[in-house]
């Protein structure tokens, strides 16, 4: 596994709601190696640190990747203000990714909370009509990629916050009801720690395996400087501090210590 | 024009060029080692490593501030063992000089963690006596002239290997512990660790740290470090190593004017990870342009009003 840094034109450029964006960059080095979970870091210029982005979708044959973003603070804003033509100078791609097999024996949950949508795109595509997602944002103008996942073949179950939207509420009873029906045998999440954190609780009741992607400041995003870290439980032995952005950011969800 | 000559000597050990990657940002180079051969650099200071394994701080560990970071990693690490069997070996296959950056809570501490270290092929001790993200230890020893002359003089006593104290921005008078580890066989210092600062979250009210306080580094720091190496080049005898912000050749020329006979660069790898290995071809052309032979022939040579 290796990765590149560099800048990579950028194909498309479209805004999903007030302040996320979506970028396809043609990058075919990065789109061969990356993997389903991965994220990259951009570059804002003028900024001493680079941004963490997960990757939304990667196109092998056409040698693409789409990131979609939120614009949080001065760097992410920076970010977006490139445009189709110009070049994104990205780390990619980084860190572990989800454990995503050809054929699953079951039904596949992607739960995604808000900006954590995007990095599960790709496991709806391949396991289509065999997925569910159950996506929460606070409300419906909140609300990204539902069609995109829709589109994939998926399941697609929005929640609000405010009921502006399908169901009033979290995530927690749509995912309870998925997990009741049975047959599920793989659960993917990322979002806010709390939800993750809930996730992981209610995978563990029904026996179904569970991967979250977790979040974390991060400063090289390779691994060199252990400043996002994360404690981890591993094969029952005593906790330790692993690091968000090489170890992750994808982890067994039974093995994270919230 | 003949190519110019980059290499230093640095208390008899021999560094190709003089941009070493400094302690903390590189871990202990394998991560960079797949975007180009560690080779290129000078040297590695390697993550700092205590007697035992340390877990670090409770995140997040840092923060951006204008022209910088703010970080609290509080010395996670693998301890010194791990070091010697797993990442020394790994690296002294490498053509670039391997230094150890230990820290400790007590002299003792450092001074078995140099005495371990003393047997192996490790080409460089460095003593961090200035990390201000632990509570004990740390800059505890490097606050005080006091505290930095004893963890020298017990390291002295432990190892025959080069020794360079790397020293904390975090004092009155920074010559004075130059001078004081100077006294007690330091064979070169190396400076400035980070500032210690702050960042508050104006919604939250929370410091942004969980550490509440951590270091600043990043180019916001530069003059700061580039004014201390002037000061204790002029106030030491030893080799003085410049560190604190450093971005591309021009920063190290500047520093080594100031009269660092080498650097280290950190937290520019951060914002781009080939920083070091541009800034090694900036200052090579900086020389031919200048007809300069010798990258050394520059140290210390700033003319002051």
């Known amino acids: 596994m290796s990765y590149f840094c560099e800048r990579y034109p950028i194909i498309e450029k479209s805004s999903l709601s007030a302040d996320i964006y979506s970028y396809t960059l043609l990058c075919p080095n990065v789109a061969a190696e990356a993997q389903t979970g991965q994220f990259v870091q951009i570059k804002a210029e003028g900024f001493t640190l680079r941004r963490p982005i997960s990757i939304c979708e990667i196109d092998k044959q056409k040698g693409t990747i789409r990131l979609v973003f939120e614009v949080r603070g001065k760097g992410t804003d920076k970010i977006s203000r490139l445009n189709v033509g110009e070049l994104m100078d990205i780390i990619a791609p980084l860190g572990h990714g989800f454990t995503v097999p050809d054929t699953l024996d079951g039904k596949a949950i992607i739960v995604g909370g808000g900006i954590g949508t995007p990095p599960m795109l790709d496991i709806a595509k391949k396991y289509k009509d065999k997925c569910t997602a159950v996506l929460g944002f606070r409300s419906f103008d909140r609300i990204i990629l539902d069609k995109d996942y829709t589109k994939a073949g998926a399941m697609t179950i929005i929640c609000t916050d405010d009921g502006s939207y399908g169901i009033k509420g979290t995530i927690a009873s749509p995912l309870d009801e998925e997990l009741k029906a049975g047959g599920v045998s793989m659960i993917y999440a990322c979002g806010p720690t709390p939800m993750l954190k809930a996730v992981v609780l209610t995978a563990e009741r029904y026996g179904v395996k569970c991967e979250v992607s977790l979040e974390q400041r991060m400063g090289c995003g390779v691994g060199a400087c252990v400043v996002c870290a994360c404690t981890v439980r591993r094969g029952g032995s005593k906790e330790q501090v692993l690091r968000v952005c090489k170890d992750g950011p994808v982890f067994d969800g039974s093995e994270v210590v919230f | ?305």
């Open chain 2, 1 to 305: 024009m003949i190519k110019p000559d980059l290499s230093v000597n640095i208390c008899g050990v021999e560094f190709k060029n003089p941009v070493i990657a400094a302690s903390g940002t590189y871990g202990f180079g394998e991560e960079y080692d797949e975007l180009y051969p560690l080779e290129k650099l000078g040297g590695i200071s390697c993550k700092g490593t205590t007697l035992n394994p340390k877990d670090g701080n409770i995140p997040p560990r840092i923060a951006e501030t204008p022209s910088g970071i703010l970080n609290s990693v509080g010395l996670q690490n693998p301890g010194v063992d791990k070091f010697i069997s797993y990442h020394l070996p790994r690296l002294k296959k490498r053509d670039t000089v391997v230094i150890a950056n230990i820290a400790g809570a007590s002299v003792e501490d450092y001074a078995l963690t140099a005495q371990k270290l003393d047997d192996t092929d490790v080409d460089m001790i460095e003593l961090n006596i200035s990390c201000p993200n632990v509570k004990q230890g740390g800059a505890t020893w490097g606050v005080s002239c006091a505290g930095a002359y004893a963890v020298t003089k017990a390291v002295r006593s432990a190892t025959k290997k080069p020794i360079m104290v790397k020293l904390t921005p975090n004092v009155t008078d920074i010559t004075e512990i130059a001078k004081a580890v100077e006294a007690e066989g330091a064979d070169a210092v190396s400076l400035i660790n980070t500032l210690l600062g702050m960042r508050i979250d104006i919604k939250t009210r929370r410091p942004v740290l969980h550490n509440n306080v951590g270091g600043l580094s990043g180019p916001a720091v530069f003059p700061v470090a580039v004014r201390m190496v002037w000061q204790v080049s002029n106030a030491v005898n030893i080799p003085v190593i410049g560190i604190g912000g450093i971005s591309d050749g021009a920063d190290i020329i500047e520093m080594m004017l100031a009269g660092a006979s080498a650097v280290q660069m950190g937290t520019a790898i951060f914002t781009d990870p080939y920083a070091p290995i541009k800034a090694i071809e900036q200052v090579e052309r900086y020389l031919s342009d200048n007809r300069i032979e010798k990258i050394s022939d520059i140290v210390g040579q700033v003319e002051p009003w």
